[in-house]
């Protein structure tokens, strides 16, 4: 379960938390930190994506708070992706992705609030990948889905394969 602590947007914005927090209704909401699996799809995934960078005109970020409401409202997806050219700001708006890489302790309602607050943001690409159960979902302006195959693509980033990142972490650790 996640754990509140009331702080003016000012405060949140100019402090920095280890681990960093998301901000929520002038709430910190402490992030589930991510284990073995966890870690290393993020790894992977950014790694992936990070050798598409110069050819594909994009610019990959890991654990980045991007603000997703006026209200205010911001959130930390666990990878980004904004097209080139785009304005550097210490907050990304707007990213063209985010990633969503499940921990244990998620829960789905508040998994849901994250992709509706993505969604409501205008952010176009959405994906949430589970490293335990090696599953999948999308969502985008046309709603929530799990893929039919375990690959997903965006015009920006083009095909990704998860079945193969999956596979990557079945490797032994010797």
């Known amino acids: ?4 602590t009331s702080v003016p947007v000012e405060e949140y914005l100019r402090t920095y ?3 960093d927090r998301e901000y929520v209704d002038g ?3 402490e992030r589930h930190a991510g284990e073995y699996f966890h870690s290393r799809l993020q790894y992977l995934i950014a790694m992936t994506l990070g050798l598409r960078e110069r050819e594909r005109r994009f610019r990959v970020f890991t654990e980045l708070r991007v603000q997703v409401s006026d209200e205010p409202r911001y959130r930390i997806p666990d990878i980004c992706v904004k097209a080139l050219p785009h304005q550097v700001t210490p907050i990304l ?3 063209d992705l985010v990633i969503e890489v499940v921990s244990p302790d998620d829960e789905v309602a508040e998994m849901l609030t994250k992709i509706g607050d993505y969604m409501a943001a205008g952010i176009p690409h959405i994906w ?3 490293p335990y159960k ?3 979902a999308e969502a985008d302006g046309a709603g929530i889905r799990r893929p039919s195959t375990q690959v ?8 990704i394969d998860f079945a193969s990142l999956f596979r990557q972490l079945d490797e032994p650790a010797e």
């Open 152 to 159: 997903l693509a965006t015009p920006l980033v083009g095909e």
């Open 128 to 130: 949430v990948v589970d």
């Open 17 to 19: 938390y280890d681990p």
């Open 27 to 29: 709430q910190l909401v």
């Open 134 to 136: 090696r599953t999948l």
């Open 93 to 95: 708006l707007q990213p």
């Open 1 to 4: 379960m996640a754990t509140f």
